[in-house]
C-alpha cells in the first residue's frame, strides 16, 4: 500500500508538506504541489477522503439539493447536475446529489450529519423553506433560481424577462398576432409559488401586452399527457391562434402530438415554440421543436462556482442572470392567410392557401 511518506520520498519533500497538500491545512507552492500531484500519479496513492475530513473539518462534498419528489428529471435538469460537478471537479470538489423534499424537514435531517460543506440549491421556490434551514444550520448555500427576498443571497437563475421577451419577438416577426401560453399549473400546491412559473407566465403578460397581442394563458402540469390535453383545451377555447409557447419541455411535446391528432399541420396550421428545452429533447418531435435553450450548463457551473468561492473565503460572485438562447428548428413558420369567404371562387381559394 502506497503511503505518504512514499510519495514525499519520491516528491523529494517531507511527509509534513504532502498532509499540508492533502487536508488543505496550509498552503504549498505550484512547483511543489505539481511534483507530489506527479509522484501520488506515477505511484497510484489515492487519498484518503475520511482522513482529510477530520484533519481539515471540512469533507470537501457539496450536495445539490433538488426535490426530485415534486419535480420530474429531464434532459434539461442532468445539464444543471453535470455541469455543476465538473465544476466542482475542477475546484477539488465532490458533488452529491440530494433528493431532498420542497418542505426542508429531510434536509435539515442531513444538515445535522455533517456530510457536506456547503449546498447549491435547486428549483427554488419565491418563499422557500430550505432557505430558513440552511440559514439556520449555518451552513454556506447558493441557489439555482431566486425567492422573492434576495438580500444576502447568493444565487444565479434564468433572465425569464429576457427569454420571453425573445420568444415572443421572434413570433410578432414571423406575423403572428394570435399567441397563446401553456405555462404551469399554478393551482397545483407543490407549484403555486415555483419562481420560474410564475416568472414565465408575469414576463409572458407584461410583454403581450406591450405588443398589444391578447392575453392566452392556460395551465399545465409537466407532463407529455398534460400538454395533449392543454391542447384540446386551447383549441376549444382559442380556435384563432396561430403560434403556442409552451414552458415545459414535456408539455410541448405533448402539444405537438396533440396538434396533429387532431388534425393540424405544424407549423403549417400552427407554430410551436418550446420557451426552455434542450436539443435532445427538441429533436424528438416532428418536425424538431424550435426552442429557447435552457441555460443550464452556464447556471449548473456559476452556481456551484459560487458556492466554493464562500467556502474558500474567496470575493462572492455577483449575482448574475442569464437567457435562455433562441435555438430555430422547424415548428415555426409564418401564419397562413386567412381563408377566403364563400363565394370567393376557386381561384381565390388557391390563393389563399399558397
Not at 442532468?78 to 452529491?96: G, I, N, P, Q, W
Request: proline share 6%.
Amino acid at each position: 500500500m502506497v503511503t505518504m511518506r512514499d510519495v514525499a520520498q519520491r516528491a523529494g519533500v517531507s511527509i509534513a508538506t504532502v498532509s499540508f497538500l492533502l487536508n488543505d491545512t496550509k498552503p504549498v507552492t505550484a512547483a511543489t504541489r505539481a511534483r507530489i500531484e506527479q509522484a501520488m500519479l506515477e505511484l497510484g496513492y489515492r487519498r484518503n477522503m475520511v482522513a482529510r475530513a477530520l484533519a481539515s473539518r471540512r469533507t470537501h462534498i457539496i450536495a445539490m439539493a433538488y426535490p426530485a419528489l415534486e419535480h420530474r428529471f429531464s434532459m434539461s435538469t442532468s445539464e444543471f447536475f453535470t455541469s455543476a460537478a465538473e465544476a466542482a471537479r475542477k475546484e477539488d470538489y465532490h458533488l452529491v446529489l440530494w433528493p431532498v423534499g420542497n418542505d426542508g424537514v429531510e434536509l435539515q435531517e442531513l444538515l445535522g450529519q455533517g456530510l457536506v460543506d456547503g449546498v447549491v440549491l435547486m428549483e427554488v421556490q419565491l418563499d422557500d423553506r430550505r432557505v430558513d434551514v440552511l440559514r439556520g444550520s449555518g451552513t454556506p448555500f447558493a441557489l439555482i433560481g431566486r425567492t422573492t427576498e434576495l438580500d444576502g443571497l447568493s444565487h444565479v437563475d434564468i433572465d425569464f424577462d429576457t427569454t420571453v421577451e425573445e420568444a415572443v419577438r421572434y413570433l410578432y416577426d414571423y406575423g403572428h398576432r394570435q399567441l397563446a401560453l401553456i405555462s404551469g399549473d399554478l393551482d397545483d400546491p407543490r407549484f403555486h409559488a415555483y419562481g420560474p412559473w410564475v416568472r414565465v407566465e408575469e414576463a409572458y403578460r407584461r410583454v403581450a401586452a406591450s405588443y398589444g397581442l391578447p392575453i392566452v394563458v392556460l395551465p399545465c402540469s409537466d407532463t407529455t399527457a398534460a400538454g395533449k390535453v392543454a391542447t384540446e383545451q386551447l383549441l376549444k377555447q382559442s380556435p384563432e391562434t396561430t403560434a403556442v409557447l409552451v414552458l415545459n419541455e414535456y408539455a410541448a411535446l405533448g402539444v405537438v402530438s396533440g396538434l396533429k391528432r387532431a388534425g393540424y399541420d405544424v407549423p403549417g396550421d400552427m407554430s410551436v415554440f418550446s420557451l426552455l428545452t434542450v436539443p435532445e429533447t427538441a429533436a424528438m418531435t416532428d418536425p424538431e421543436l424550435t426552442m429557447m435553450r435552457t441555460p443550464g450548463r452556464e447556471l449548473g457551473a456559476l452556481g456551484t462556482v459560487s458556492l466554493i468561492r464562500e467556502l474558500e473565503g474567496d470575493d462572492p460572485l455577483p449575482p448574475q442572470l442569464v437567457a435562455a438562447e433562441l435555438s430555430p428548428g422547424a415548428t415555426v413558420a409564418a401564419p397562413r392567410a386567412p381563408q377566403p369567404k364563400a363565394g370567393a371562387g376557386r381561384r381565390g381559394a388557391r390563393k389563399a392557401r399558397s
